[in-house]
């Protein structure tokens, strides 16, 4: 029997830390935290300084009963949980809730899972940090009262089930603002004024002019001073430059630069991160620190010899200039530089390769540039046509990385033709193009996570939680807005005649980026106008600070909350007494048929339109927005519009035909059939004779294609891209297949693949019973009967369930639900 528990908080942890361990060492999971506040109520006791109530879900129940088992079993308990806050507060609940002997009890940390860091861990054991302990508990403890006491508000005042939270409500309020930015910003015109120029050896280059005009006249003006005018070479500098490579990453920064490179949501990005470090492959991933250890620094200063050369070394220390920058950890790279790649799934391999790169450049020499700035002359007006140019030197860390960015950049320096002061050039054509003022950029999750940073918001562990809570609410969505088209004027000088032409651009295209929705809106509108302090971006990063305060011993977090709370708590019972219910109401005029009041608000089912009040004799109406409009932005015609559906345009085979919107857009429907509209057409301008093509090509889709063992395929295209269908199983075609031309051979290869697919995740299957048990995401299972699905966490063995245990989880989920239903 093992003289040594190791307790860890995952079980892909407690692999890894196993085969550095000797026989006399066991190494057990608590999956995550064993304690925690209650779900169904505040569990914080305000009067009796906030002691937080603390308990074991049923869910851990099993896993409790585990440890204690092995605790009685082992000499020393080592409880290795995270280095940070929430993993001393891991550490502190088992100590607690295990009852462990303090003087057989010990507390390590480490920053990467490998054999040198573990061992150096047990060697250096330490106690429990309280400090640190606090610190989780005062975050915990204040955000759920936050929570806890604003969300019944908004039920009362706005709609049930919403919720609000210091950090997600105030990066909601950013999303918010920026929105509203952009709708009040207005464009300004002006022409800027490009020439491309030749030299006497025929080599071509383009230059600018530093002044724009802002109308077409005043750039047509400058435009005929041009012609047959003489142009040469007025100035001419040439520096040398260098560019220093970046930091290595933080969580923060990692998060941008895997949105930027490899498209990665910040969810996405930390569960790979979290799997690489529980595979020993990167070091923590949760820091605010830029910091290399000596050893890392060295390794990566071999590495860069080896593959490279001396002169692409320069080791480097970085200073963590981060707002209450937490612990001292390291920043987040490889434990083995010599890794440039490793054999992972696909999207973790990517991410460690990023991780890899950025950090062996953080460690090479800078680039060395020369940058040439070329000033030309005319001989018929004083203003300066001007070039840059930028010639790499020495590659220095770009041979193996550059930083990505948030902005586009609208000009790029390039390589220019060797020239000397005094010499002539010839104008190919001198272009005066109409351009416009931009709004400013609605937020990525990538820039969302840098804004909060800057402003001290959250910490690397809540940027993630926090972008994936508020799209889950419904207050903002990865936008779909597709842009609208604008006309500009182009003014163009050649062989000494100005030509004018009109083009088009398309603007304010902005698919993926974070946009707030109607109830997002008027929510950060209510807690704005009422809980000031609480949406306050400096009392947030105030907030911040006190824990960092709590963590390094200066402040006592009771006294924090007593603080906070003697001001927050009456002013949520005054808001909850006297403030009006908030529907985000917008009267947009009178409706021209009844003459009522014609307005737009947040409703029970979402955002509609209405004729009337309730205080008119006669009823008042109702219609739903349609999905792509908002009550902020919503016109007087589009909402009356919306009264007209369903609206009927004819027949077809003697089925009525009828246009409407329903949850997933704009559709025809014929008889019981239902036909969605091609994106960005508009369900007003559908004739009968489009609904009827749109009827045809639904019912030739949906004509059988062929045939397989007896049963009919048909085929289709939804919204996860072509399918086929047989047997009332849906099946995805890939681009491997050209969908439009699928073989037999092609169909039956699609169906056995799935039907291959969907065996290997049944790990039971009671037939008779209508119950199997399949293989979820992530190591876990699910039950599944009819409608019912259960997912069984990690820990559950589900190989070993039979089917009494099954039937037994189904009955007590089954009873649950009714008791919270009950409750309600």
Do not use: C
């Amino acid at each position: 029997m093992a003289k040594n528990l190791v307790i860890v908080e995952s079980p892909a942890k407690a692999k890894t830390i196993e085969k550095f361990l000797g026989k006399d060492f066991k190494v057990e999971s608590s999956f995550g935290h064993i304690a925690d506040l209650p779900s169904k109520e505040l569990g914080v006791d305000v009067e009796k300084s906030f002691k937080p109530k603390y308990i074991v879900s049923s869910d851990k129940k099993t896993v409790v009963k585990k440890l204690k088992e092995a605790v009685s079993k082992a000499d020393t308990v080592w409880l290795a949980s995270d280095e940070d806050r929430e993993g001393e507060a891991i550490a502190w609940h088992l100590a607690e809730t295990l009852k462990l002997d303090k003087n057989k009890t010990k507390r390590i940390v480490f920053n990467s899972i490998t054999k040198n860091a573990i061992t150096k861990a047990i060697e250096n054991p330490r106690g429990i940090d309280y400090n640190l302990v606090n610190a989780q508990q005062a975050r915990r403890v204040l955000d759920r009262l936050v929570g806890y006491q604003l969300s019944p508000v908004l039920w009362k005042k706005i709609k049930t089930g919403l919720s609000a939270g210091r950090v997600q409500s105030v990066a909601v309020r950013l999303i918010v603002e920026r929105e509203r930015e952009i709708k009040d910003f207005t464009p300004e015109a002006s022409f800027r004024i490009v020439a491309e120029f030749k030299t006497n050896e025929g080599k071509v280059f383009k230059a600018r002019l530093s002044k724009s005009f802002n109308t077409a006249q005043e750039a047509k003006a400058f435009l005929n001073k041009n012609i047959n005018a003489q142009f040469k070479i007025a100035g001419l500098d040439t520096k040398p430059a260098k560019k220093s490579p970046a930091a290595p990453f933080t969580t923060s920064t990692l998060q941008q630069e895997a949105s930027r490179k490899l498209y990665f949501s910040v969810a996405k990005t930390m569960n790979m991160a979290q799997r690489l470090y529980e595979a020993g492959l990167i070091t923590y991933m949760r820091t605010d620190s830029v910091n290399l250890s000596s050893e890392a620094i060295e390794a990566a200063k071999n590495e860069i010899i080896k593959l490279y050369g001396k002169e692409f070394s320069q080791s480097r220390n970085y200073a963590t200039k981060a707002k209450g920058a937490q612990e001292a950890h390291e920043a987040i790279r490889p434990t083995d530089m010599s890794k440039s790649s490793v054999t992972v799934e696909r999207d973790q391999a990517r991410l460690y390769e990023l991780i890899w790169k950025r950090t062996l450049a953080s460690q090479m020499s800078d680039a060395k540039l020369e940058r040439t700035n070329v000033k030309i002359e005319a001989n018929s007006h004083k203003e300066q046509f001007v070039a840059n140019g930028e010639v790499l030197k020495f590659e220095g860390f770009l041979k193996v990385y550059l930083e990505g960015t948030d902005e586009e950049d609208e000009e790029q320096d390039g390589m220019l033709p060797a020239m000397k002061i005094g010499e002539e050039v010839f104008e190919n054509y001198i272009m005066a193009t109409e351009r416009f003022t931009r709004p400013p950029y609605r937020y990525t999750e990538a820039s969302l996570v840098k804004k909060l940073e800057e402003l001290g918001i959250g910490r690397p562990s809540t940027y993630a939680p926090t972008i994936s809570t508020i799209q889950n609410r419904g207050y903002i969505e990865k936008g779909t807005i597709e842009g609208e088209e604008r006309k500009y004027i182009q003014l163009t000088l050649q062989n000494s005649e100005i030509k004018e032409k009109t083009l088009k651009e398309m603007v304010g295209s902005d698919k993926g980026k974070l946009v707030p929705t109607d109830i997002g809106i008027i929510v950060n509108d209510f807690l704005v106008n009422h809980f000031s302090s609480i949406l306050d971006y400096n009392f947030t990063a105030k907030v911040e600070q006190d824990f960092d305060d709590i963590a390094s011993g200066e402040v006592d977090w009771t006294k924090m909350m007593k603080d906070f709370y003697k001001d927050f708590h009456p002013n949520v019972k005054n808001v909850e007494e006297t403030a009006e219910r908030e529907t985000g109401e917008r009267i947009l005029g009178a409706d021209p048929k009844t003459g009522r009041q014609l307005s737009v608000r947040l409703g029970r089912f979402g955002p509609m339109a209405q004729i009337g009040t309730a205080e008119d004799d006669e009823k008042p109406q109702f219609a739903s927005l349609l999905p792509e409009q908002s009550i902020d932005t919503i016109t007087f015609e589009e909402a009356l519009d919306l009264f007209k559906l369903p609206k009927k345009i004819g027949e077809y085979k003697g089925e009525e035909i009828e246009v409407n919107s329903g949850r997933f857009g704009p559709y025809v429907r014929y008889g019981k059939k239902f036909v969605s509209l091609e994106k960005g057409e508009d369900l007003f301008d559908v004739t009968l004779d489009r609904a009827i093509e749109l009827i045809q090509q639904k019912e030739k889709a949906d004509a059988p294609i062929s045939s397989y063992k007896g049963k009919e395929v048909t085929k289709g295209k939804g919204r996860f891209g072509p399918f086929i269908k047989w047997n009332n199983m849906f099946v995805n075609v890939n681009k491997k297949y050209d969908f439009d031309n699928l073989s037999d051979a092609d169909i039956a290869e699609l169906i056995e693949d799935k039907l291959r697919k969907e065996a290997e995740k049944i790990i039971h299957n009671w037939e008779d019973e209508g119950i199997r048990v399949e293989k979820a995401r992530w190591g876990r299972s699910n039950i599944i009967k009819g409608r019912i699905k259960i997912e069984l966490s990690k820990e559950v063995d589900a190989a070993k369930l039979t089917l009494e245990e099954v039937k037994d989880i189904i009955e007590k989920n089954s009873q649950s639900k009714k008791k919270s239903k009950t409750k309600k």
